[in-house]
């Protein structure tokens, strides 16, 4: 029999992330840290949103692109925070996540060969999506002491005939960096000199903290060039709602739809009215779910740095990602250990990239209780190996 799979398929590794949630899920008083996962319920009001759709037998396809009404929400939201503006029926696509988005923007602006420029560590989705799109990922290695923060020259370094597109992971997952409008504009003049396109994914753009989130598509001459990736996720706690949206050139946007259109047909139809009621009502439950998220950042970072685990204080997003290098350890060893001696769930840094290797990545969408007795047990652990 000859063989079933595709060769490019065979080559890509599985997720490093659901590994350790695979098994911490079958282990007894486990605590997990490792899930990019709000710990809030998707706010009442968004869920009763939700369920009077089917109460009222809203169960149809919808449009395409998405209900006009979130679409028109999502150009009312972009410009209200970012005075970016986008025609809800030409320029906005609402998609199966943010991670569908990614997917098909790749696919639409990508031929074979065509090389994409991806900072690490990030989230683990953007190299395989390149590569099953055709596309050859070129990776740019973000260091510790710029805060993993992309910068000008090491752009520079890594373009050359072939480069397209530059995946802007900001603020990032795993190490909660963020960038400046200043740091922006100097990564937006390359953009633009090489010209180059932009996918910017910024699903954590309402979790900041202490800095507002600047879009690169709000610099002069880059809204043309730029894909904004978003989505209802990580800023509403509707991760299972399976929710994400792309606004941008609608030359781009075109062909999006059309690869929608084919493999997805729409958006999961509850959802959308759901989310419609989370851009009108949601801006609450955004600022106190941000709130909650920031004190237990500053506990996580100062327990950390206490321990002896140097952790860089990130902007963004609701990960830290504390460096292990003082055990000896490797990173995916840390982890294994501390899952079997301590029951505690964290990601390698190695599952974002090899320049991860030494880190981890550590979730504080979880509570402050939760928190303190994995704390204590990741000293304990720290303490046994330490040299």
Request: hydrophobic content about 40%.
């Amino acid at each position: 029999m000859r063989d079933p799979l595709s060769k490019k398929i065979v080559t890509i590794e599985p997720s490093g992330i659901r590994k350790f949630f695979d098994i911490v899920s079958e282990m007894k008083d486990a605590i997990s840290l490792g899930v990019g996962e709000p710990d809030f319920d998707t706010p009442w009001h968004i869920r009763e949103e939700g369920i009077y759709s089917l109460e009222k037998g809203r169960t149809f396809y919808t449009s395409n692109a998405g209900i006009r009404e979130l679409r028109e929400e999502i150009a009312r939201y972009l410009a209200r925070r970012y005075n970016l503006l986008y025609h809800f029926n030409h320029e906005i696509v609402v998609t199966v996540g943010g991670s569908e988005a990614i997917d098909i923007a790749l696919r639409a602006m990508l031929d074979l060969q065509d090389e994409v420029l991806i900072p690490q560590p990030c989230f683990v989705s953007y190299l395989p999506c390149v590569m099953l799109a055709g596309g050859v990922p070129v990776i740019i290695d973000l260091k510790e002491e710029n805060q993993f923060k992309l910068t000008k020259e090491e752009l520079l370094e890594h373009i050359t005939e072939k480069t397209k597109i530059l995946i802007m992971p900001f603020p990032n997952n795993p190490t909660g960096a963020v960038m400046t409008r200043e740091e922006l504009e100097e990564i937006a003049q390359v953009v633009k000199e090489k010209d180059l396109f932009v996918i910017s994914d910024e699903i954590y753009s309402e979790l900041t903290y202490g800095t507002k989130h600047v879009s690169i598509a709000q610099l002069p001459g880059m809204k043309e060039r730029t894909i904004v990736i978003n989505g209802f996720s990580k800023a509403y706690a509707m991760t299972g709602w399976r929710l994400g949206y792309a606004a941008g050139p609608e030359k781009i946007l075109t062909q999006m739809l059309k690869i929608h259109q084919f493999a997805i047909m729409c958006a999961p139809t509850t959802s959308q009215y759901a989310a419609i009621e989370a851009m009108r009502n949601g801006d609450e439950d955004v600022e106190r779910m941000r709130d909650a998220y920031d004190k237990r950042r500053r506990f996580l970072v100062h327990e950390l740095n206490e321990m002896g685990l140097s952790c860089f204080e990130p902007f963004g997003a609701f990960y830290v990602f504390p460096s292990i290098k003082k055990t000896g350890m490797t990173s995916d060893e840390f982890a294994t250990r501390l899952l079997q001696e301590e029951k505690v769930a964290v990601v390698p840094g190695t599952a974002f990239g090899a320049c991860g290797e030494g880190f981890l990545r550590i979730s504080y969408a979880y509570s402050i209780e939760n928190l303190k007795v994995a704390l204590e047990r990741i000293r304990r652990f720290v303490k046994k190996y330490t040299k």
